[in-house]
């Protein structure tokens, strides 16, 4: 009893297990285990995972007092620092461009560093350093507001998995060549990019995430692809940019995904979608698709609608569908015959497998009760929709009610909610 009461049990766990203890906390409190006994003095020393934040150090009122005490703890911290450094994380609102973070950066890419993430201040951007090109067994990049000009020798990323890109200032070729130079890259974020003509090859891609004022974007080589975001940002060069586009947003972007389970589309996607989009394109059948959701839709535009005819009627598996409605219930809408697409779904195009609708935003336009219709008929296995009217719809609301009362519905099942916001 008395041998037990006197081992440090503790200080005598594996090394892979104390480490865990201290990535457990904030690094400042990890080298103050030092103190705890000779056994602990350096064991901080040794982490493979590094992790500095505005938790670095105490904080002051004075800025620049806050940032000089960052830049001191990290500068002892990686010269008393002993192996490989496998991840390194520096995100702090207080610490901004410094030629220090060169110096770490080239010290950091001496140490087999896997994962980098680096978001400073928002002062004035940073330039990244060129040393993190040469961490060479990347899998991991994270990037916000800085600038990235890769060097001409710069051959990729080959172990590369994961690259997010925020609010970087680089060279449209550049991020092309980047994205085609990580063979193994299956994450892409790119967020903040302003006017970019972007083609995406990836063949390994799973994950992707866009937001921005895009003029164009084609997805070449990403059969892989199981979930995308998109938000699109209209500015009046990138609206004309669209009317004098003679190309089919739609196959560009979609027609090489057939293995795609969850598309997001954020203001302005459906819009860019129908760019040079008809009903005569032969369309692949989306059997992975499950989950829709497209925001402001507007549907004054017939061509708009059609894309998500489109999208519901060639993906057979397709289980939740929510929609944002964008209209103007004062403007003269074209409302075409759904009939076409009738005949889809007695082909075989089946929507067996629309349990839940959820629909925001209804002005109660013929073109959007019509679809509404069209959804009610054809799910057969539909079990709840929800109406969330527009505040604009004021006059029209208890007609919607009418004709949703009368709409013959396919599924014996199937609710329907009318969300009176305000009521």
């Not at 890769?150 to 925020?166: E, R």
């Not at 891609?205 to 975001?229: H, M, R, W, Y």
Request: charged share 20%; glycine share 4%; net charge negative.
């Amino acid at each position: 009893m008395e041998r037990d009461s006197e081992s440090d049990l503790l200080s005598e766990l594996p090394q892979s297990i104390l480490e865990t203890i201290l990535t457990k906390l904030p690094i400042r409190d990890a080298v103050r285990t030092s103190i705890l006994s000779s056994r602990w003095r350096y064991k901080w020393a040794s982490l493979t995972h590094l992790v500095f934040d505005d938790r670095s150090t105490t904080q002051y009122n004075d800025r620049a007092l806050v940032q000089d005490r960052i830049v001191n703890f990290i500068t002892r911290f990686l010269f008393l620092h002993d192996g490989p450094i496998h991840k390194f994380f520096l995100t702090s609102s207080y610490l901004e461009t410094s030629p220090d973070i060169d110096q770490w950066m080239l010290f950091i890419s001496r140490k087999d560093v896997k994962e980098l993430v680096l978001e400073l201040g928002e002062g004035e951007w940073f330039r990244a350093p060129s040393s993190i090109f040469s961490c060479k067994n990347l899998t991991r990049l994270e990037l916000v507001r800085c600038e990235l000009n890769p060097p001409v020798h710069f051959k990729g990323f080959l172990f590369l998995k994961y690259l997010n890109l925020q609010q970087v200032l680089i060279p449209p070729e550049d991020i092309e060549y980047l994205i085609s130079s990580c063979p193994l890259l299956e994450s892409l974020t790119l967020s903040y990019f302003d006017s970019l003509e972007l083609t995406v090859s990836a063949p390994n891609l799973k994950f992707l995430i866009l937001e921005g004022e895009f003029k164009d974007l084609c997805l070449i080589n990403t059969p892989l692809l199981v979930a995308i975001s998109v938000a699109m940002y209209m500015t009046d060069d990138i609206a004309e940019h669209f009317e004098q586009s003679s190309s089919c947003n739609f196959d560009k972007f979609l027609g090489g995904v057939p293995k795609l389970e969850r598309l997001i589309g954020h203001i302005y996607f459906t819009k860019y979608l129908s760019i040079g989009n008809s009903e005569r394109h032969n369309r692949i059948t989306y059997h992975n698709l499950k989950f829709v959701e497209l925001y402001q839709v507007s549907f004054d535009d017939w061509k708009e609608v059609l894309v998500v005819l489109q999208l519901i009627v060639n993906s057979p598996n397709l289980e939740v569908l929510q929609i944002s409605g964008s209209s103007n219930p004062s403007a003269a809408v074209e409302s075409p015959d759904f009939a076409m697409w009738e005949e889809k779904i007695s082909c075989g195009n089946k929507l067996n497998s629309l349990r839940t609708v959820k629909l925001s935003e209804v002005c109660g336009v013929p073109l959007e009760m019509k679809f509404i219709k069209f959804l009610l008929e054809h799910s057969h296995s539909l079990e709840e929709m929800s109406i969330t009217p527009s505040l604009y719809a004021t006059q029209g609301k208890l007609n919607m009610l009418i004709d949703l009362v009368s709409f013959r519905r396919a599924s014996p099942r199937a609710s329907i909610t009318f969300i009176h916001e305000g009521a």
